[in-house]
C-alpha cells in the first residue's frame, strides 16, 4: 500500500488550500484516514481522522478545516479554510488500513506535503 499526498504550497493567511491523498496497492479494508502534520521543531500532530461512523479534528482546525473520503476512488481530502500562519508544517496523510481478511490493519504513511501560510 503507499499513499500519495499532494496539494500543498504557499498561501497568505486567510487563505485556503485542497490536500488530496490517493491510496494505492491492495485494500481489502480501508478503516481509518486521517492527516496529521509537523511544524519546524515539534512532533507530528493529529489534525483530522475519518472511518465510517466518525470524524474527529483536533480543536485548533475545527470549524476551519474538513476532512472528507471517496471510498471508491481511495482518495482522502482535507479542505482546508482560514488559514493561519500556525498551521504552517508538512502535512502526511495516514490510513489504517487491513490488506486482507487474515491480516491485522497496519498504520501506512504518506510521503508529507509542505503547507505555508504567510502573515
Known amino acids: 500500500v503507499q499513499l500519495q499526498a499532494s496539494g500543498g504550497g504557499l498561501v497568505q493567511a486567510g487563505g485556503s488550500l485542497l490536500l488530496s491523498c490517493a491510496a494505492s496497492?491492495?485494500?481489502?479494508?480501508?478503516?481509518?484516514a486521517g492527516w496529521y502534520r509537523q511544524a519546524p521543531g515539534k512532533q507530528r500532530e493529529l489534525v483530522a481522522t475519518?472511518?465510517?461512523?466518525?470524524?474527529n479534528y483536533e480543536d485548533s482546525v475545527r470549524g476551519r478545516f474538513t476532512i472528507s473520503r471517496d471510498n471508491a476512488k481511495k482518495l482522502v481530502y482535507l479542505q482546508m479554510n482560514s488559514l493561519k500562519p500556525e498551521d504552517t508544517g508538512v502535512y502526511f496523510c495516514?490510513?489504517?488500513?487491513?490488506?486482507?481478511?487474515?491480516?491485522?490493519?497496519?498504520?501506512?504513511w504518506g510521503q508529507g506535503t509542505q503547507v505555508t501560510v504567510s502573515s
Open positions: 475519518i472511518s465510517d461512523d466518525t470524524i
Open positions: 496497492g491492495v485494500i481489502f479494508n480501508f478503516i481509518r
Open positions: 495516514n490510513g489504517y488500513i487491513k490488506t486482507s481478511r487474515t491480516r491485522d490493519p497496519f498504520d501506512y
